[in-house]
């Protein structure tokens, strides 16, 4: 039980910290909010922003399996990524986040049998970046 309410208070918290970052989005202020989701990645999730694109997809996995997220902690990953990922920007930095998102989504789904509507529709939106810019 005690672990329960540790992970359900870090989720909170996480859920906090997107609305924040989504705040300052909506208030223009793009870079602030930038900064936000890097620090998000690396003191809640455990890795540097320009280290996740800069690793293939087995570390990547690796990362994933390593951590052993809990599949509420795995989809606010997949948020954070949502939000760095631009799809009308073609740059190698952009599409190695579009990979990682989509083996966030697949973790998700195969591992811990969570798919929403909201993941459907953002992980076809990353498969169509990937498939126009292969």
Known sequence: MYKRDLITAEIQKLGQAIARILGLKQEGRLEEADNGLNEMLESDFGILFSDLVACDATDFMAFLTEKNFPSEKLEFLSQVL???????????????????????????????????????????TVTDFLKQHA
Do not use: C, D, I, W
Request: charged share 25%.
């Open 82 to 124: 949502y939000l760095k990922f631009n799809p009308a920007l073609l740059t190698e930095e952009n599409k190695s986040a579009a990979e990682k998102l989509q083996l966030t989504y697949q973790t998700l789904e195969v591992k811990h049998h969570v798919v929403n509507m909201n993941n459907l529709s953002r992980q076809k």
